[in-house]
């Protein structure tokens, strides 16, 4: 079981210093709008491989006039202590540390994953199909954290070969190298996506039925329906490649790049319905989005491949009516790792009882309840 017992942040967000100690329950966390609930749980998020869930920069999160750095530390239920801070010198580089000693960003995954919501992503099936897209990529680096480093590549290739499109004239062979570059990546993001999608849907059948709908998924992106039928790496790079190549005129017309993994979309269907997820009413959607974080650490949990999730929901429960909020904790129970909740009253977590700890937090203050 993945959990913190222990949870200390210096010079981060509106905390000069802060020092909470936990017993591995799930946390709620209370008080009023901008005490510095949501900073917490971007501290936690900032434990896992990534940018964490407001994806700042680490400048950003640097407390308002301190001098230097950030750092943000935790002991976990297994007595590891993990640690991460924004260097104070001239590099201004993310510093991690494991027991000590220098770690990488792969080191954290080993250790913790993380699954996040957050009410910035309630719009997610009404937006654009970029919105649903890092949507679900989040979900895809929770399971795969090199899906980021993929991602990366692709996009770094990709800004190469526009700079060439917008001059108008692109030497072929030049073109060439950076679109075999950016076909690897792709076919490493498709093949990723399509890996994870399945385990969602196949997390979703097994989740109960009732408040939380189930949802039906697809991608729509010729590299990801090739995944899930089954094309092996080799297929889809040379699909790809060949896409690119056949494309250039066109993308020349247009400055930039038509097709590919970074159009791919997020396709949600409400079950219970049967209509596209961005039909549904405000509450559907919720709860629906709901069910899918849910799905999402059900489906690492169910993987074995890594250590259960920590599961951080930022104001869930509070537009939830009560028989959804103790189901929601009934099933956050269940999934067996730590869960970090907020919400501006304490009552709203009254029916976890005593599965969880209650975190009083007052403008940079934080401490738990008797």
């Avoid at 943000?72 to 590099?91: C, F, N, R, W």
């Avoid at 494991?98 to 009404?126: H, K, N, Q, Y």
């Avoid at 999608?197 to 697809?218: N, V």
Wanted: contains cysteine; aromatic residues 6%.
């Amino acid at each position: 079981m993945t959990a913190l017992t222990r949870l200390t942040l210096t010079n981060f967000r509106n905390y000069a210093s802060l020092a909470l100690p936990l017993d591995g329950r799930h946390v709620c966390m209370y008080g009023a709008n901008g005490a510095g609930k949501t900073n917490l749980l971007e501290a936690v998020s900032q434990l896992g491989p990534g940018r964490g869930l407001r994806s700042a920069t680490l400048q950003e999160m640097t407390r308002k006039d301190a001098p230097g750095g950030w750092a943000v530390s935790a002991t976990m239920l297994s007595e590891q202590k993990i640690g991460v801070g924004l260097d104070s010198g001239p590099s201004a580089k993310r510093n991690v540390r494991i027991d000590g000693a220098p770690a990488t960003a792969s080191d954290l995954a080993e250790l913790i994953r993380i699954v996040w919501l957050t009410p910035s992503m309630d719009g997610v099936f009404r937006g654009s199909a970029s919105d649903r897209r890092r949507f679900f990529d989040r979900q895809v680096m929770s399971h795969m954290p090199t899906h980021g480093t993929a991602a990366s590549r692709y996009e770094k290739a990709m800004r190469e070969r526009n700079a060439l499109l917008e001059r108008g004239h692109v030497d072929p062979a030049w073109a060439d190298a950076i679109e075999a570059r950016m076909a690897e990546a792709g076919a490493e993001m498709a093949i990723n996506r399509a890996y994870v999608l399945e385990a969602l849907q196949a997390a979703i059948e097994t989740r109960p039925e009732g408040h939380f709908p189930k949802a039906d998924l697809s991608l729509e992106g010729s590299a990801e329906i090739a995944a899930i039928r089954g094309d092996d790496f080799k297929s889809i790079f040379e699909s790809l490649t060949e896409t690119f190549r056949t494309t250039r005129r066109r993308d020349i017309a247009a400055g930039r790049t038509i097709d590919g993994p970074h159009r791919t979309d997020l396709a949600v269907i409400h079950r219970p319905t049967g209509a596209p997820a961005k039909d549904a009413s405000t509450g559907q959607q919720k709860a629906l989005l709901i069910g899918l974080i849910l799905a999402s650490a059900s489906a690492l949990r169910a993987g074995g491949e890594g250590p259960s999730p920590l599961l951080l929901l930022d104001e869930a429960a509070a537009h939830l009516d009560a028989n959804r909020r103790a189901a929601l904790f009934d099933e956050l129970t269940a999934l067996g790792g730590q869960a970090w909740l907020t919400g501006t009253e304490a009552f709203l977590f009254e029916a976890f009882g005593d599965r969880a700890q209650k975190v009083r937090v007052e403008d940079g203050k934080a401490s738990v309840d008797d």
